[in-house]
């Protein structure tokens, strides 16, 4: 063998000796080092909202480097006891006491304002789509006595444009969008005036039903009060009588009023004697047409019948109903009245 190739080959043999023992120091090195220390804290187990009640449902206890643990870190689940989340905290992110909702209530509540509940159901917080920070109106119905004892339906928007200062016990507005949280509401807490809260108060009290509609949060623009009640609604008439924009005085009255008594009618005046009265009305009793004659005595208040003339018999073609009253199916029933008039 050459001496030149064997110098190489001694060479080669020394440097690959050099890494053996080196390679194999690094080995030792990382065997005797100490083990990595870490810490038990509480950790999310998945996505927390903002105000969620922080508990074993939502945290778990998790190892982590004690390096990487926040000096905050919460450890223990006593700590979160009647604790909710004060932002929302991401699966797996450790939870701490930054991380804690502040009680800000107060502070939220503007000067000269005050928070009233308004027991609700799904219909009447408007499909459960109401959160916090929402505006909407008051609509107040009820079935006041009238006259004879007789009860009828009346509605009434009696405040506009009201806050909505929490839903249930949440009170943060929801972050993000708000379209992916529902929030099946039981009560509603409107931010009110002390006059406002009076008029809602004493709405509450009489028995009747109020109603929440949800409204553009941007329209600020608040009209005339006006009342609607069942003969409004029958007649078609569904603009009732107006009131001044923020009569919370002529509010609170109109309420009032509903549980006054109507006072009795006077008894209809008897005609004076003289001439008989005569009425006639026309009956379409299906698809026929009778006419009866009826007729007073002077000084009298009960009408009689004079005469009944069938001017169209009714048949039981259903073809013929149907073609008179293709809606439901058969003929027309009804009246028409014409008004009396004294015979000469």
Do not use: Y
């Not at 190489?8 to 194999?24: E, K, N, P, Q, T």
């Not at 009425?279 to 379409?284: D, K, Q, S």
């Not at 009866?292 to 002077?298: E, I, K, M, W, Y």
């Not at 009298?300 to 008179?324: F, N, R």
Request: with cysteine; proline share 6%.
């Amino acid at each position: 063998m050459r001496p030149k190739t064997l110098i190489l080959l001694l060479l080669a043999l020394g440097c690959g000796l050099v890494a053996s023992i080196g390679i194999s120091q690094v080995i030792n090195r990382n065997r005797e080092a100490a083990p990595v220390e870490t810490e038990a804290i509480l950790v999310a187990l998945k996505d927390i909202k903002v105000n969620e009640l922080l508990d074993d449902k939502n945290l778990r206890m998790e190892e982590w480097p004690k390096e990487k643990v926040p000096a905050d870190a919460v450890r223990t689940l006593k700590d979160i006891e009647h604790q909710r989340a004060g932002t929302k905290i991401f699966a797996g992110e450790p939870m701490r006491k930054a991380k804690f909702a502040v009680d800000g209530r107060q502070e939220e509540i503007p000067k000269g304002f005050r928070v009233v509940g308004v027991p609700v159901d799904a219909a009447s917080a408007a499909g459960n789509l109401l959160q916090p920070g929402d505006r909407v109106d008051v609509v107040f119905s009820a079935k006041p006595e009238g006259a004879g004892g007789q009860r009828q339906h009346v509605a009434k928007t009696i405040l506009q444009n009201i806050k909505v200062f929490a839903v249930n016990e949440q009170w943060r507005p929801t972050q993000g969008d708000k379209s992916d949280e529902v929030i099946t509401a039981k009560t509603v807490s409107l931010l009110l005036r002390p006059e406002q809260a009076e008029v809602l108060s004493l709405a509450n009290e009489m028995g009747g039903h109020l109603r929440l509609t949800l409204r553009n949060s941007e329209d600020e623009l608040v009209g005339q009060a006006g009342s609607t009640d069942l003969g409004n609604l029958l007649q078609g008439n569904l603009f009732g009588k107006k009131s001044g924009d923020g009569d919370t005085a002529g509010m609170i009255d109109w309420i009032k009023n509903l549980q006054q008594p109507v006072a009795p009618q006077p008894p209809t005046a008897v005609a004076s004697p003289g001439t008989p009265d005569h009425f006639t009305m026309e009956i379409f009793p299906g698809n026929g047409v009778s006419r009866v004659d009826l007729v007073r005595g002077s000084g009298e208040g009960v009408w009689s019948t004079a005469k009944i003339d069938e001017l169209k018999k009714p048949t039981d073609d259903k073809s013929v109903e149907e073609q008179q009253n293709p809606a439901a199916g058969g003929g027309m029933s009804g009246f028409v009245m014409m008004p009396p008039v004294g015979k000469k």
